[in-house]
């Protein structure tokens, strides 16, 4: 019975670190598979233990040419779609205008619709347009769909802020130009900073969307998807290991900001 009483005390810590455990797997696969060394050309099966992968990271031809497409592609589709969309989510919330619920409703589509139905509406607009698939494309497409989650993340963050903060401000004789940036955009800044990692995010890992509009360009999930049909190099899982260090990197280093300030303001 102790046994029994200290397990429903517990039960949903124990439900919480299974599940935390089993979104984990993958990763963990992929990081064990980076140090090994397959005999043949497929790293699907454990042979030996190796660091000649992280060694030489760019060992196989064109992988770091087209994970370095993708980077620039997430980092300026991050830029265009947080730009846009903290502007956006700032007049939704902020003012009234014609046609505000249905923008408001709108903006919501691309997050429900399938991936392959934007694609392709997004392929049947550039050939309209005679417009050369490519790089500049992708960006496009890339804003496009990222834009309705920066979205989102601010527009929550906004309405949550306090009106009386910025009047204060006002009151204590500061420009419109000197509110919004000591006041206003500190405050929204977490939630500018949640839409922008997920549209790094989004970005970086788009396949669908990108293999329609991508023409003669090839992104590192195009890669690694071309590089599964003919043999996987163990260099991806490299790839994807460090990247999985890196986000969890900036998720450590988020909390311990967010810990320093707490413990400040107490």
């Not at 233990?49 to 064109?62: E, H, N, T």
């Not at 589509?109 to 509406?121: G, Y």
């Not at 509110?179 to 549209?199: D, E, H, K, M, Q």
Request: hydrophobic content about 55%; charged content about 10%; proline content about 5%.
């Amino acid at each position: 019975m102790p046994f029994v009483n200290w397990f429903k005390k517990r039960l949903v810590v124990i439900a919480g670190l299974l599940t935390l455990g089993y979104l984990l797997l993958p990763n963990v696969i992929v990081t064990v598979f980076s140090f090994n060394k397959p005999k043949g050309r497929f790293n699907y099966e454990w042979q030996q233990f190796s660091l000649d992968a992280w060694k030489q990271p760019c060992g196989v031809a064109d992988m770091c040419g087209s994970l370095s497409i993708s980077l620039q592609i997430a980092a300026l589709a991050t830029i265009g779609a947080t730009v846009l969309g903290t502007m956006i989510a700032f007049a939704l919330v902020r003012y009234r205008f014609r046609a505000r619920g249905a923008v408001n409703s709108l903006i919501f589509l691309p997050m429900a619709m399938p991936e392959v139905v934007m694609a392709a509406s997004l392929l049947t607009l550039f050939l309209n347009m005679g417009a050369q698939l490519g790089f500049y494309t992708i960006l496009i497409a890339h804003i496009m769909f990222c834009l309705s989650f920066v979205v989102t993340a601010v527009k929550a963050r906004v309405m949550s802020m306090d009106p009386r903060l910025e009047e204060a401000a006002r009151d204590l004789y500061a420009g419109p130009v000197q509110t919004f940036v000591r006041v206003t955009l500190p405050i929204a800044a977490p939630g500018i900073a949640a839409g922008a990692l997920l549209s790094f995010a989004l970005s970086f890992d788009d396949f669908i969307i990108t293999n329609f509009n991508a023409g003669s360009t090839v992104t590192f999930p195009m890669f690694v998807w071309g590089s599964a049909q003919r043999g996987t190099p163990v260099q991806i899982n490299v790839i994807g290991t460090a990247m999985f260090l890196v986000a969890v990197l900036l998720v450590l280093v988020s909390m311990l900001i967010t810990n320093r300030r707490t413990r400040q303001k107490a």
